[in-house]
T-cell receptor, first 112, second 112 residues
Framework: NAGVTQTPKFQVLKTGQSMTLQCAQD?????MSWYRQDPGMGLRLIHY???????DQGEVPNGYNVSRSTTEDFPLRLLSAAPSQTSVYFC???????????FGPGTRLTVL | TQLLEQSPQFLSIQEGENLTVYCNSS?????LQWYRQEPGEGPVLLVT?????EVKKLKRLTFQFGDARKDSSLHITAAQPGDTGLYLC????????????FGKGTTLSVSS
């Protein structure tokens, strides 16, 4: 049982490049979410999903796309990277509304 | 506008002191959770409070959910250096409470 896994752990992009941050969980959780964490800003919700085929926008969705084709995987796509997207990205999953949310180890992204 | 306001943002105390961290909102939440995050890692759940007025204890930590389910507090008795970390409150919002929104967090430093 690996929990929530994220790849890559570190990434450097140039402005305008695109990339996909991978996230997978093996706990059969319905809910999955992507957050970004910046100094002094806590965790801000980017997109979330309540099940395969269902996604919704969070607090800061602009510049990011998601899809949920399976229960296990929830990739986050940066369409055209900007320096403002430099951040630490966390993927998370949980079984239900009031249940514990489990976080992945994070991806540290730098956009030059 | 931050949906969940945490205070104080920073707290630096001596070992053995007591402290209280607050999480306030103008919105009603179906549940509130408290997480603790250490540098380089994802947040880890401390507690979930669901019922207005609920009080939960976890060793030296006491959590309270406001009667109106709009606010919560975390009280630590006799703080220890091991309590050092970022404390985050999170509330379930969105359709059927599926989105988990975080406050900006309180950074606690306990020195011996």
């Amino acid at each position: 049982n690996a929990g929530v896994t994220q790849t890559p752990k570190f990434q450097v992009l140039k402005t305008g490049q695109s990339m996909t941050l991978q996230c997978a969980q093996d706990m059969n959780h319905e809910y999955m979410s992507w957050y970004r964490q910046d100094p002094g800003m806590g965790l801000r919700l980017i997109h979330y999903s309540v099940g395969a085929g269902i996604t919704d926008q969070g607090e800061v969705p602009n510049g990011y796309n998601v899809s949920r084709s399976t229960t296990e995987d929830f990739p986050l796509r940066l369409l055209s990277a900007a320096p403002s997207q430099t951040s630490v990205y966390f993927c998370a999953s949980r079984r239900g509304r009031n249940n514990e949310q489990f976080f992945g180890p994070g991806t540290r992204l730098t956009v030059l | 506008t931050q949906l969940l306001e945490q205070s104080p943002q920073f707290l630096s105390i001596q070992e053995g002191e007591n402290l209280t961290v607050y999480c306030n909102s103008s919105s009603v939440f179906s549940s509130l959770q408290w997480y603790r995050q250490e540098p380089g890692e994802g947040p880890v759940l401390l507690v979930t409070v669901v019922t207005g007025g609920e009080v939960k204890k976890l060793k030296r930590l006491t959590f309270q959910f406001g009667d109106a389910r709009k606010d919560s507090s975390l009280h630590i008795t006799a703080a220890q250096p091991g309590d050092t970390g970022l404390y985050l409150c999170a509330g379930a919002r969105g359709q059927a409470g599926t989105a988990l929104i975080f406050g900006k967090g309180t950074t606690l430093s306990v020195s011996s």
